[in-house]
């Protein structure tokens, strides 16, 4: 499913960023989460984890999946965090900020192992070092 | 002891009013958000950063302040175009130190303002800016929009201090003296909060302003805006009717505004609006900052060097151009080669291709708690937490500045705060260069 | 004509300021004295040797010399600022401020610009074969006043900001635009030949822009007053029907600007 990502604070994220628990269960549960309207979780078949790919395709994220009705269909949400900056779209249309709001992604189920924010670190970016 | 009207080091809400309690190892903290509570905790956590570590053949081990202040001045003085970092959550005194080493080093600064309101800041460069502090918001507003800003969860008190509740000199029965707009493509609590939510399509702030804008010059917009941005003509009507009628209309804007695209083209749009409405009623601007002292930097920097972010002192005087100079930007270009972060988790907030090249070159980290820019970095400095361990000063989301002072002591015998691990490493960076 | 030939042969690990690669700055240099310019790599200078071979004295005035880079140099900048007269070829892609504030003389780059090529530019041409990116003849952050003169050709595609602040000259663009092509213009002429994403004259208060491709988001502070057909600015040539709007009236002036959009690709306008 294609669908533009939002991003942006939760209360909890906050209260567990600014309380350095970026490492924690509790904070994986927040904000590795894709917020989606029902009928667009109900297409997907209704998966526990979802894949969120960036629109160039070149880097992908599992998640899992929450519905929500603060959104509508065509639109996902997930919390400001490592998960969701993995696929945000890199340029910065000259300004220097990239899209946090409104990134092309595509959505699918998935089985993939939702990785913790240090897994992410570790693996995806520093190369399994 | 109990003290009193502590600042708090989280948002740009910098609230003064908290009490906290410090005994037995616990802190009780009165007053405080969620989140303000949270970061409070971290005087007395058992994961806060204690030791200075490095990284050698790819194994982290504890070292000496002075052995992991040597590696970072090693890791800047050999580094060809070293980017500063500056993170928001420490003072402006201690940033002030950052700049001039970039200067001194002929690198590039930044600041969190550059992956945060920066494009708010081109905007208010664009067009001037009708602000006001936020008590006068407070005292005298009965109209109250917040765009692109889920105020109740990113500065939780905002609502209740300054925009909505509190009960004003002229405002005097609170939330019954005014009418609160939210413009946001999501539902947010802030939006189920509102008398009024207009639920635009990502990506259309401009086309919505724009056509508000047509509107308040008595034009008819163009039909095709209400696909567009998902908003009836009528609505949109009856919201510039609504602001007119207003005494005193306060916008906050966020992050809704400047990062969706558009970015600064949106603020612009939004501050000549406002400009605009002050011809039927006052009418004022401001952003909703997200750290504490994001504020800061760009005051600083702007007065110490002209600029508000995105530093580049490449030739020796500074220059400034958001896409050229900004931190995404020269990261994901490769375009330096290695980096300082300063109490910011730049990992975790920047997209994938900059933080893997961030990870990949030499990094020094100084952090409080273990997040992706501590792991990833090659020489992790502890930080001392401002407003709580050490005194200085932080702008506030209006651009007041708020002196803070400490109610305990910095855990570390080595540095009394921020500024001074700063003020150390730069004395060995000029002892190097200069031998 | 005297042509300098500058072969790029490494060292771009950071990028390079060049803004000494110029016709005026070559001509009467011999080819040794050439090699010998300093040109920017962070904050230090290197010889212009250190990163290209030359080939070639420079002529006896800008008029006379041609510089041709012969190869990709996407990691070099402001080649041809400031520029007066004379000509530089790129046999490859250019790096960001190609030809930026130039008054007069020739750039031809064969593959692809970067952003802020002819930035301010106020004479001569730029012929760009491949694509470029933001901010095309634009103004300078926080100026009003971009481009004031001369032409500004993009065979491919442009992204965002083009002629931002136009006050003056020409920008034709064969391929498509994104967002806010022609922002707060008053004055000059752009031409899209393309399709425009959105926010096409955005805040114009004079100067023609002419879309012959569809814009998939109308800007909502335009009127449509009269069609019109087979447009000619001097030499440039618009065939077709176009639908001709007045505006930007978001914003309080008298709608001076004119934008004219295709009338096959625009039916719904």
Redesign the interface.
């Known amino acids: 499913m294609e669908a533009l990502l939002n991003t942006g604070s939760t209360i909890d994220e906050g209260r567990l960023a600014k309380g350095g628990n970026k490492y924690s269960e509790d904070y994986k549960l927040e904000c590795a989460v894709c917020w989606m309207c029902a009928e667009d979780y109900a297409s997907l078949g209704c998966p526990d984890k979802v894949a969120v790919t960036s629109r160039d395709g070149r880097y992908t994220i599992a998640v899992y999946s929450k519905v929500t009705e603060s959104v509508r269909s065509g639109h996902v949400f997930i919390p400001r965090s490592i998960w969701a900056n993995v696929v945000v779209e890199p340029d910065t249309f000259s300004t220097g900020s990239p899209r946090y709001k409104g990134s092309p992604v595509m959505v699918e189920p998935t089985n993939e192992e939702v990785l913790s924010a240090e897994e992410i670190v570790l693996k995806l970016y520093m190369g399994g070092e | 002891m109990v003290f009193k009207n502590i600042i708090c080091p989280?948002?740009g809400g910098s609230c003064d009013d908290i009490q906290v309690e410090l005994k037995d190892g616990k802190i009780d903290v009165q007053n405080a958000c969620?989140?303000?509570?949270?970061?409070f905790?971290?005087v007395v956590?058992h994961?806060?950063i204690l030791k200075p570590t490095i990284r050698e053949n790819?194994k982290v081990k504890d070292v000496s302040w002075d052995e992991a202040l040597e590696m970072a001045a090693d890791i800047l003085v050999n580094s060809?175009?070293p980017l500063f970092f500056l993170g928001s959550e420490t003072s402006c005194e201690a940033q002030e130190v950052g700049l001039h080493m970039a200067e001194y080093?002929?690198?590039l600064a930044?600041s969190n303002a550059?992956?945060?309101h920066?494009?708010t800041v081109?905007g208010i460069?664009?067009s001037g800016m009708v602000g006001a502090t936020a008590g006068q918001a407070k005292n005298r507003a009965d109209m109250i929009v917040y765009w692109?800003v889920?105020a109740?969860?990113?500065m939780?008190r905002h609502m209740s201090k300054y925009g909505v509740f509190p009960r004003g000199y002229w405002t005097k029965r609170g939330r019954f003296d005014r009418t609160m707009v939210t413009v946001d493509?999501?539902?947010?609590p802030t939006a189920v909060a509102s008398d009024l939510h207009l639920?635009l399509n990502?990506?259309?702030d401009?086309?919505l302003l724009?056509?508000l804008?047509?509107i308040l010059?008595g034009?008819?917009?163009?039909p095709?805006?209400e696909e567009?941005t998902g908003i009836p003509i009528s609505v949109m009507k009856q919201t510039v009717e609504m602001m007119k009628e207003s005494n005193y209309v306060s916008i906050y804007v966020g992050?809704?505004v400047?990062?969706?695209?558009?970015?600064?083209?949106n603020i612009e749009?939004a501050l000549?609006f406002v400009k605009?409405m002050n011809n039927y009623t006052k009418c004022n601007i401001g952003a909703l900052r997200?750290h504490c002292n994001v504020a800061g930097f760009n005051q600083i920097a702007s007065y110490l060097y002209g600029y508000p972010?995105?530093l580049d002192?490449?030739?020796?005087y500074p220059r400034?151009?958001?896409?050229?100079y900004?931190?995404?930007?020269v990261l994901?270009?490769?375009?330096?080669?290695a980096a300082f972060v300063m109490s910011a988790?730049l990992?975790?907030?920047?997209?994938?291709?900059?933080?893997?090249y961030?990870?990949e070159i030499p990094m020094i980290c100084l952090d409080?708690?273990?997040?992706?820019s501590t792991?990833?970095a090659d020489v992790v400095l502890p930080g001392v937490i401002d407003a709580m361990e050490c005194d200085g000063t932080f702008y506030r989301l209006d651009n007041v500045p708020v002196y803070f002072e400490p109610f305990t002591d910095s855990p570390f015998p080595e540095t009394k705060s921020n500024e001074d691990t700063l003020k150390q490493l730069f004395a060995k960076i000029k002892a190097k260069k200069e031998a | 004509m005297a042509d300098v030939i500058l072969k790029p042969i490494g060292n771009f690990d950071l990028t390079v300021e060049a803004e000494d690669i110029t016709p005026d700055n070559f001509a009467g240099k011999s080819a040794d004295e050439i090699r010998k310019i300093l040109i920017w790599q962070a904050p230090a200078q290197f010889p212009i040797s250190d990163f290209f071979t030359v080939e070639g004295n420079g002529g006896s005035s800008a008029e006379d010399t041609t510089i041709i880079v012969d190869g990709n140099v996407p990691r070099v900048k402001r080649i041809g600022e400031k520029m007066t007269a004379g000509k530089i070829v790129i046999k490859g892609s250019a790096g960001m401020h190609v030809g930026s504030a130039m008054t007069g003389g020739e750039i031809i780059v064969e593959g692809d610009a970067e952003s802020w090529a002819g930035m301010e530019m106020k004479g001569g041409s730029i012929h760009i074969k491949g694509n470029a990116k933001d901010h095309i003849g634009c103004a300078y952050r926080g100026s009003w006043k971009g481009m004031s003169g001369g032409r500004i050709t993009i065979e491919g595609n442009a992204v965002n900001q083009i002629g931002g602040g136009l006050i003056g000259g020409e920008i034709i663009i064969n391929g498509n635009v994104e967002n806010f092509c022609g922002i707060r213009i008053s004055g000059g002429l752009i031409v899209v030949k393309g399709n425009a994403f959105r926010t096409v004259g955005a805040e114009m208060t004079g100067g023609t822009i002419v879309v012959g491709g569809c814009i998939e988001r109308f800007n909502p502070g335009f009127e449509m007053t009269a069609i019109e057909s087979d447009l000619k600015f001097n030499d440039i040539e618009c065939p077709g029907e176009y639908k001709k709007f007045a505006g930007d009236y978001a914003i309080p002036q008298k709608g001076k600007g004119i934008l004219y959009v295709s009338c096959d690709n625009n039916e719904c306008l």
């Open positions: 989280v948002c969620k989140m303000g509570n949270a970061k905790q971290e956590s994961h806060r790819g060809k175009r080093l002929g690198g930044d550059t992956i945060c920066g494009p081109m460069q664009e692109g889920n109740l969860e990113s939780p493509p999501r539902v947010t639920q990502p990506n259309s401009y086309e724009s056509a804008f047509t010059n034009r008819e917009p163009h095709s805006v567009i992050l809704g400047s990062s969706s695209y558009g970015k600064h083209r749009i000549n605009e997200g972010f995105g002192f490449g030739k020796g400034y151009n958001p896409g050229e900004t931190t995404v930007d994901r270009e490769k375009d330096v080669d988790d990992v975790n907030h920047i997209p994938a291709d900059s933080a893997k961030l990870a409080i708690a273990p997040c992706p792991t990833a």
